[in-house]
């Protein structure tokens, strides 16, 4: 009968601790703002069935056939995200349409109002697709047949004080009412036709204009471009420039720029006026939703955004694990030492103690010891010997240089002995003397006299000499004080 092994212990992973998950959490949280800021640079949605009148656009209302067909045609096109006070003097067109999704988003405020108005008098042109009044079209002073606001949902005290403010500036303009033109009784001349000789209308007999809405008053200044029963599109004269205003948006969208003359309309009322020093065009994307604001944090873009949030999120770091502790506390290493440190440092421990015997002694012990260490031989070898072979294992020397310096090593290390075994030698034993004949019975006791002592000044030539012969005869050493003691 066998016996099954038995079965192994299930494993048991460690439960996750505070410090682990605290870091989870920074980089889930670093990974979400890196997410968000990517997600910047996306368009908003395009809700299918909706008239969005942007550029980005490919539904079918759209503007994106309308961008690239300017593109093809060579003409400076760009989307312009930013609010019309930044609008560049040397742009010639701006393209803007109404923001038909979400309702308020796409509004103009009065600041901004004056700001394109600004620009316009300096001499740019104005292409203002609108289906509704606005603060725009009020300031203009333009009405349209079965006007809906765009802000009819919005009853705060401001928002009505800013329509007051904006129906008594339009009526103290001088406008008057376009009275409607009489059916023509051939159907096809039921059509929208040309009303205004003009350069950008060659070729343009027809337009197809999906919606129903016209212009039903207009400033007294204003030329009536195209009409049927009622003007479609007009043209203001303001300082310097002009403003062309469109009572319908759907003309240059994706399905109907293709239809009748709407294309040749539309892009040769651009490429009339975006010419010489003004050849740029602007499509207004800030006003469908597409809104960068000119701050630093913009300025540096989504790199240097990704950049912040991953130098923050490594501070955090950072600071986080200086703060903790995630091992057992190391000790700092020791700073790197040389052996004359110590040589120096003991010598002048022992000229302090007034031992100048005891600090050759011990200097000269050291590097007797690494002497031999260096020639492979013992401590009791001749002096000539070991100095003759650690002197042959110091490379790049002369035959000369190799005798001067086991010459002058032989001597030191000779002399240093002498003094270190006259310093070690036993004092003379004291002696008694008998007292002289009549004196009292009383020994006298001559004391032996010291030797004299090491002095400083030879204490430190033999030392420097010691180390200088260290570092000619390569010797090294330790360089912990540890190695150094008896």
Same mark, same amino acid.
């Given at each position: 009968?066998?016996?099954?092994?038995?079965?192994?212990?299930?494993?048991?992973?460690?439960?996750?601790?505070?410090?682990?998950?605290?870091?989870?959490?920074?980089?889930?949280?670093?990974?979400?703002?890196?997410?968000?800021?990517?997600?910047?640079?996306?368009?908003?949605?395009?809700?299918?069935?909706?008239?969005?009148?942007?550029?980005?656009?490919?539904?079918?209302?759209?503007?994106?056939?309308?961008?690239?067909?300017?593109?093809?045609?060579?003409?400076?096109?760009?989307?312009?995200?930013?609010?019309?006070?930044?609008?560049?003097?040397?742009?010639?067109?701006?393209?803007?349409?109404?923001?038909?999704?979400?309702?308020?988003?796409?509004?103009?405020?009065?600041?901004?109002?004056?700001?394109?108005?600004?620009?316009?008098?300096?001499?740019?042109?104005?292409?203002?697709?609108?289906?509704?009044?606005?603060?725009?079209? =009020?300031?203009?002073?333009?009405?349209?047949?079965?006007?809906?606001?765009?802000?009819?949902?919005?009853?705060?005290?401001?928002?009505?004080?800013?329509?007051?403010?904006?129906?008594?500036?339009?009526?103290?303009?001088?406008?008057?009412?376009?009275?409607?033109?009489? /059916?023509?009784?051939?159907?096809?001349?039921?059509?929208?036709?040309?009303?205004?000789?003009?350069?950008?209308?060659?070729?343009?007999?027809?337009?197809?204009?999906?919606?129903?809405?016209?212009?039903?008053?207009?400033?007294?200044?204003?030329?009536?471009?195209?009409?049927?029963?009622?003007?479609?599109?007009?043209?203001?004269?303001?300082?310097?420039?002009?403003?062309?205003?469109?009572?319908?948006?759907?003309?240059?969208?994706?399905?109907?720029?293709?239809?009748? =003359?709407?294309?040749?309309?539309?892009?040769?009322?651009?490429?009339?006026?975006?010419?010489?020093?003004?050849?740029?065009?602007?499509? =207004?994307?800030?006003?469908?939703?597409?809104?960068?604001?000119?701050?630093?944090?913009?300025?540096?873009?989504?790199?240097?955004? /990704?950049?912040?949030?991953?130098?923050?999120? /490594?501070?955090?770091?950072?600071?986080?694990?200086?703060?903790?502790?995630?091992?057992?506390?190391?000790?700092?290493?020791?700073?790197?030492?040389?052996?004359?440190?110590?040589?120096?440092?003991?010598?002048?421990?022992?000229?302090?103690?007034?031992?100048?015997?005891?600090? /050759?002694?011990?200097?000269?012990?050291?590097?007797?010891?690494?002497?031999?260490?260096?020639?492979?031989?013992?401590?009791?070898?001749?002096?000539?010997?070991?100095?003759?072979?650690?002197?042959?294992?110091?490379?790049?020397?002369?035959?000369?240089?190799?005798?001067?310096?086991?010459?002058?090593?032989?001597?030191?290390?000779?002399?240093?002995?002498?003094?270190?075994?006259?310093?070690?030698?036993?004092?003379?034993?004291?002696?008694?003397?008998?007292?002289?004949?009549?004196?009292?019975?009383?020994?006298?006791?001559?004391?032996?006299?010291?030797?004299?002592?090491?002095?400083?000044?030879?204490?430190?030539?033999?030392?420097?000499?010691?180390?200088?012969?260290?570092?000619?005869?390569?010797?090294?050493?330790?360089?912990?004080?540890?190695?150094?003691?008896?």
């Amino acid at each position: 009968m066998s016996l099954s092994p038995p079965p192994e212990p299930r494993r048991r992973f460690p439960k996750p601790g505070g410090d682990t998950l605290i870091l989870v959490a920074l980089l889930l949280l670093f990974a979400a703002l890196s997410f968000g800021i990517a997600r910047q640079s996306e368009p908003p949605a395009d809700p299918i069935g909706t008239e969005y009148r942007s550029s980005y656009s490919v539904q079918p209302g759209g503007w994106k056939a309308f961008y690239r067909l300017l593109e093809t045609r060579g003409v400076p096109v760009t989307r312009w995200q930013r609010r019309p006070k930044e609008w560049p003097a040397g742009v010639g067109v701006v393209v803007t349409g109404p923001y038909s999704v979400g309702g308020a988003a796409g509004q103009w405020s009065e600041q901004e109002v004056g700001d394109a108005l600004g620009w316009v008098s300096g001499g740019g042109v104005l292409l203002v697709f609108t289906d509704a009044s606005d603060d725009l079209s =009020d300031t203009l002073g333009l009405r349209m047949s079965e006007d809906t606001p765009l802000n009819f949902f919005r009853g705060d005290d401001k928002d009505n004080k800013r329509k007051k403010a904006a129906e008594s500036k339009k009526a103290a303009q001088a406008v008057r009412t376009l009275q409607a033109s009489p /059916l023509p009784p051939d159907p096809a001349a039921a059509a929208l036709s040309v009303r205004q000789p003009a350069l950008f209308f060659e070729g343009v007999s027809r337009l197809d204009a999906p919606g129903e809405k016209r212009f039903t008053s207009a400033p007294q200044e204003s030329v009536i471009l195209i009409a049927d029963r009622l003007p479609l599109s007009v043209a203001i004269p303001y300082g310097k420039g002009l403003v062309v205003a469109v009572a319908d948006a759907g003309i240059p969208d994706n399905i109907h720029l293709a239809n009748e =003359d709407n294309a040749r309309f539309v892009t040769q009322i651009i490429e009339s006026y975006a010419s010489g020093r003004r050849s740029r065009v602007l499509f =207004d994307e800030y006003h469908q939703g597409y809104r960068e604001a000119n701050t630093f944090w913009t300025a540096i873009g989504r790199p240097g955004q /990704l950049a912040f949030w991953q130098i923050t999120a /490594l501070f955090l770091l950072m600071a986080y694990s200086a703060s903790r502790r995630f091992g057992l506390p190391l000790p700092l290493a020791a700073p790197p030492r040389v052996s004359s440190e110590y040589v120096a440092s003991l010598a002048d421990l022992y000229r302090r103690a007034q031992a100048t015997d005891a600090a /050759l002694s011990s200097v000269h012990r050291i590097f007797w010891r690494d002497l031999c260490r260096a020639a492979g031989m013992p401590l009791d070898a001749p002096i000539s010997e070991v100095v003759l072979q650690a002197v042959a294992q110091v490379p790049a020397l002369g035959e000369a240089e190799r005798a001067a310096l086991a010459e002058r090593t032989v001597r030191i290390v000779a002399e240093c002995r002498a003094r270190v075994e006259a310093s070690e030698a036993p004092l003379e034993p004291e002696k008694e003397t008998e007292p002289p004949s009549g004196a009292k019975s009383r020994r006298r006791i001559k004391k032996a006299k010291p030797k004299p002592g090491l002095g400083e000044t030879e204490l430190l030539r033999l030392v420097t000499a010691i180390e200088g012969l260290r570092k000619e005869l390569e010797l090294g050493g330790s360089d912990h004080a540890g190695a150094f003691r008896a």
